[in-house]
């Protein structure tokens, strides 16, 4: 259905296109399950590199190293990638995100002339060291040292213990020659902290270089291709100008400048020009749902299982109650998530590169960016695990992708920033109203700024504003005189969950830090209340770019079934919280026993959809690869 | 603590010890991550060999064919085995579990005297070839066909069609010898429905049998050292003995017969035998949930991340309250599980091989067993899923054997019965008050009986009534007047949610007949009530196992701590399930909010005791095989 695809396009239905007939490529085949370590690193960097000849790995970099300028058709052809071999998916974000991303957003433009060109190409492999062995969420505290010697004018690398050794590096253990490290700056006896240096690994034969030491991580739960390894450091030199200087620089004689005075301030900065990693992330973890989805609805719509008294067939498993309501619900929330994801690309379009983007807009994005990530993470792993399970045995052999895309995309709550940690700094931006000038805020400076407030949460709208406005004004004075199919009242429901929260929760802190309390007793009392607010706020953020994004298809036919399609997602979302509205007093007993009749209703309105919603994904056999979930013949999958 | 070993020991600590230090030795070794899959096989086979010559695979069996007739004993021995490599225990499980069962308990002592002793010493390797590439969970529309031919005296056993090729069938592809075959049984115009054959499927030298055709399942998500085949019959000939025939026989002229005249309850009765599958898939879900337990609660109190502001340390993860909440819960209730198992093993042990055992205590057993497999495989799946991401990168590194414990554990929610399936039968058991002369029900008789009742509940108490009834009875008349951590109130709760779903359901489905609706229709449109009410029993009942199990522990410091873990546990099952309790006016906002805070109190509380909770398991290092997980220097492990 054409307002589908356009609803799942976004703005850049070009890029998708492109991939898409990219994905059909033998080169790109997604690799059998029992192939061998080395064949598959060997494999997915030839992928890569198939990738690069293409002209698929440099978008979002400037056209004098070979790319186009649009960022975010960089990030949308990175989730179009999705589909296919999800190690490929990684090695092409670490070698051209983080690495490219790294010496592209931190270092000047001498680093671009030395690096970038080589990088698109992948002439030069290379390596985003930041996680070590002992600090990964926590990026301030990591241990690598990076030291300026002025009579030499170098930089001394160096990994002081082993929990300072750098982990799980993807690109470290057979292919990287270049690692952007991320050290503690030190000059003279003042220190500066973490700064990124382009640090040489391997020689062009692929021997290490003097004083690193590389390790490999060895077989992991999935991504088997990419190859993760860790790099110690014993005291190696590299010249001043490693450094990758844009927010931090080192004279000659060792004087120290930067842009931004504040030591945190400035490391969040930093970290803050990467947020294309986590939007990536979140990208590939949409793409692989979709996959997952379009095996199992598929596999419903052709399995039978069991006769009905009275009846002479058997009955398709998706016309079961049960088995509707473990996939319809999660394939509305990959059609909210993507408006989500869509939303957040329309954002680091406008704000990369742009001085002028409002520092406020440019937090928001890195925090939504974050918790999209979140959401779309975990999501995936529920969803790919529900379908597992709804395709019974035949779901258990490696031939028919499921496992993989469990295996693949476990990681992905865990890496480019572990959810939970994520979801704390969702929260911390909310308690702060994304001031700029709390950006530098630790979690105690969080708790007594959020003391200091007399505190009332004015939550943003995203977009769509004046709709969501008239949608919720529109509604009558009490929530049960309102349909429970209403949209503005699962708008009003889902902004009145995320409110009460931020403030309740703004207030238990206040509350602690006024009696006194020691202040991480405080925050670790309210934890689960910390990342409650978080989800909450997520929530309501996706809901409103799923209606906003469906309020624009011109289509009706296809609006029409979005419509009911943002209304399981709604819906189910308040199924899932109607504990907490309930006792809030919100919604009554009768009210919440409405909302499980309405999402089984819902069910039973989109089964005969079913197929068209996921033949909307037109994600193309050859990726898809699952012999229970190709496309039938009668369907143009991919088309 | 002795205590908490005494516990989990149950009336087995001699089989758990035994089987704890097999595991010990290398021959029993977890296999590498990255092993071959035809290596794996081999390897897997020859670990099931060793566990036979040591003399573990024969507990269950009479001695006269090698073993110690103690089907109790052979269930724990099971389980504990599922500390290791779980392609061995599903191996193991195949071979004398369900090939060997199906033998013992479908065939009479003429069979016995054939197969048993070779089964049990691994010299002639069985397979169990029920599903079918078309019915798995349908066993009765199974479309094998065994025809007698009175002239030569044998059965012709056929594939039809290719949806009734024998699917998954482990033993199949690479060692099995025999298999015993499940297919409809016809003589002359007559069907008698489905029957157990043996049928010999390779000769001593692996080559196929002629008329068999054995394929291959190839590479799965997990369990790949269990060689999953396909067997197709081509009008293959097996002597008239070869029908196990304790159910149902046919003479040499053609007749047949059967102690049970009605075919569906003869059905009924031959899979009803075969519930020792079901337990020990259970007993093996349980262990591998330790395992995954015992790395992430260990991990989680040696790794630190983030300083507290104005301290000098970093926080141990396991002192986060999210944290605590992640692994704590999922720890209390696999303890409520272990004694859910043990109350499994008691009734197996009971009434195997009794005649006299009551048929409707015989049908609860078998709708407990179906229960607890569901919980406690779909338990194993979300623990270990949320002890890899508590784990962070290093849970992802396959040394760290969380990934391996997921991957084989996943298909246990599919195999031995789908779970969705197994809720249904658990749901319509309740619903005919376990009366035997209803066990030949299908659905639309289910219905129609339920739709002629006068219908009210009388939930059964399975154990320790007296003291069920006296804790539900030492509460004040108000719920508000109870603690929320009072015990007598969490089985009120449990109990009155078991009851008012089961009667609500009644009531629908009898109104929805009275109406004169289909009755798959009503049946269908009740999908998720019947699963919440299978879900509510078997909460409740495992709730009581827990209760009473720990009352009758004598240490006292291990049974307070044992009491606090059952809290924990049911209210962390109340905190889920709070919404269904607001709705029916059970409790009110402010009472869910405390149950919140009491699970935050009680993870506090539990915190200090992590460690000996996990150490309690007493899993050897050596099985457990995770540098992150083995038991520090000054922890006497698997002691």
Redesign the interface.
């Known amino acids: 259905m054409k307002g589908l695809e356009v609803f799942l396009d976004g703005d850049y239905a070009d890029v998708r296109a492109e991939v898409r007939e990219r994905l059909r490529r033998p080169e790109l085949a997604p690799a ?3 192939i ?2 080395d064949e598959y690193r060997e494999r997915v960097m030839d992928q890569a590199r198939f990738i690069a000849a293409e002209g698929g790995s440099g978008l979002g970099f400037p056209k004098e190293y070979g790319g186009e300028g649009d960022v975010g058709a960089s990030v949308v052809g990175f989730e179009m990638l999705g589909h296919g071999d999800l190690s490929t998916v990684v090695k092409v974000g670490v070698q051209f995100g983080l690495c490219g991303g790294a010496i592209y957003q931190l270092g000047t433009e001498e680093h671009h002339d030395r690096y970038l060109a080589d990088i698109v190409t992948l002439d030069l492999p290379g390596c985003f060291a930041m ?1 070590e062995s002992g ?4 990026v301030q ?1 990591l241990e690598t040292t990076a030291t300026y010697d002025p009579d030499s004018e170098e930089f001394v690398i160096h990994t002081p213990t082993e929990s300072a050794r750098k ?2 590096i993807g690109n470290a253990a057979t292919h990287g020659r270049i690692a952007a490290v991320f050290a503690q700056l030190y000059t003279g006896d003042d220190k500066h902290g973490v700064h990124c240096f382009v640090v040489p690994i391997r020689d062009g034969d692929g021997t290490p270089c003097p004083g690193v030491e590389i390790g490999d ?6 991504l088997n291709g990419v190859d993760n390894g860790r790099l110690s450091f014993d005291h190696v030199r590299v010249p001043r100008t490693a450094l990758l200087s844009r927010f931090g620089d080192v004279a000659p004689d060792g004087t120290y400048t930067s842009p931004i005075e504040d030591e945190t301030k400035r490391f969040f900065t930093m970290l803050g020009t990467l947020v294309q990693g986590r939007i990536s992330v979140s990208g590939g973890a949409i793409s692989a749902t979709k996959n997952a989805l379009t095996i199992a609805v598929r596999y419903g719509l052709s399995r039978r ?7 002479h067939g ?2 398709l498993l998706l ?4 088995h509707q ?1 473990r996939l319809l619900p999660k394939l509305a929330t990959v059609y909210a998530l993507s408006a989500a994801q869509q939303f957040l690309v329309r954002g680091l379009h406008d704000s990369a590169g742009n001085p002028d983007y409002p520092a406020r807009e440019r937090r928001k994005l890195e925090t939504h960016a974050a918790g999209v990530k979140a959401l779309s993470t975990w999501h995936a ?1 529920e969803t790919i ?1 529900t379908c ?2 709804a395709c ?2 035949v ?5 028919n992708r ?2 993989q895309l ?2 693949d995309t ?2 992905f ?3 480019e920033g ?3 940690v994520l979801l704390q700094l969702v929260a911390k931006e909310l308690l702060t109203d994304y001031r700029d000038e709390f950006g530098e805020l ?4 969080t708790i007594r700024f959020v003391a200091d407030q007399a505190f009332d949460v004015v939550v943003e709208r995203t977009a769509g504003r004046q709709l969501i406005q008239t949608l919720i004004d529109a509604l009558p004075g009490r929530d049960e005189d309102a349909s429970v199919r209403d949209r503005g009242w699962h708008l009003a429901l889902f902004t009145f969950r995320e409110e009460h929260i931020i403030d309740g929760l703004a207030r238990r802190l206040r509350n602690g830090i006024e009696n006194g309390e020691d ?2 007793d405080v925050f ?2 309210s ?2 209340q910390v ?1 409650l607010a978080a989800k909450a706020h997520m929530d309501r953020l996706v809901l409103e770019q799923f209606v906003t994004t469906v309020d624009d298809i011109d289509d009706d036919e296809a609006r029409e079934l979005l419509d009911k399609l943002c209304e399981l997602h709604a819906l189910s979302v308040i199924e899932r919280e ?2 907490w509205f ?4 919100r919604i009554t ?1 009768a009210r ?2 409405a909302v ?1 009749s309405a999402v ?1 209703e819902l069910c039973g309105e989109l089964r005969p959809h079913a197929r068209a919603l996921v033949d909307a994904f037109r994600i193309p056999d050859e990726v898809l690869a699952a012999p229970i979930g190709v496309a039938p013949a009668d369907t143009p999958s991919g088309s």
């Open positions: 059998p399950a029992d061998d370590l996680t600090h990964g969420s926590d505290s982990d799980y991580c060895g077989h992991k739960i999935g299982q069991f006769s009905p008294p009275d009846s058997e009955v016309d079961y109650l049960a309501r792993s695990q597992r399970e019974g045995g779901g258990y052999l490696s031939e499921l496992g469990k295996a476990d990681v709550a865990t890496f572990d959810n939970t630790d979690t105690l400076g202040p991480f670790n009392r934890q689960d990342l109607r504990a309930l006792e809030h007093g007993g919440a026993k499980i089984n």
